[in-house]
């Protein structure tokens, strides 16, 4: 039987499926589906240590959706803008907002929020 969980994976040689992302874990830009677990990734590479990051999308009038980051930790908003620019990321990939935060939502289990994330980014993005 086969089942549909909204996972993105793939089968290895020997058989062994990896989750990679979610399919709810994409924005869909122009037409393009982008990983959101790629862009946290991708910009989490560039922070410092105790820096946190988490992407949502978005809708967005123009493209269908855009990606917004929250992040949190020791950064200024000034020096994540400059390390993305100066990154050589995909320009699909670039965040339209950065909002900065106290801390990235988590559930219970210490796992990220992304419900209260999306939440978060459409009330500030809305002020």
């Known amino acids: 039987r086969w089942y549909k969980t909204g996972d993105k994976g793939h089968l290895d040689e020997d058989g062994f499926l990896t989750i990679v992302d979610r399919y709810s874990r994409f924005a869909k830009i122009g037409g393009e589906m982008i990983s959101l677990g790629a862009v946290e990734a991708a910009i989490g590479k560039l922070l410092p240590e105790n820096a946190e990051v988490l992407a949502t999308a978005l809708p967005d009038g123009k493209k269908g959706e855009k ?3 929250l992040f949190a930790g020791n950064i200024a908003l000034d020096e994540l803008k400059r390390l993305i620019d ?5 320009p699909l990939m670039r965040p339209a907002e950065l909002i900065p935060v106290e801390a990235i939502p988590k559930l219970g289990s210490g796992k990220n929020d992304f419900s209260q994330a999306k939440r978060l ?7």
């Open 67 to 69: 990606v917004v980051l």
């Open 86 to 90: 100066q990154s050589g990321l995909n």
């Open 121 to 127: 980014a459409l009330e500030t993005v809305a002020a």
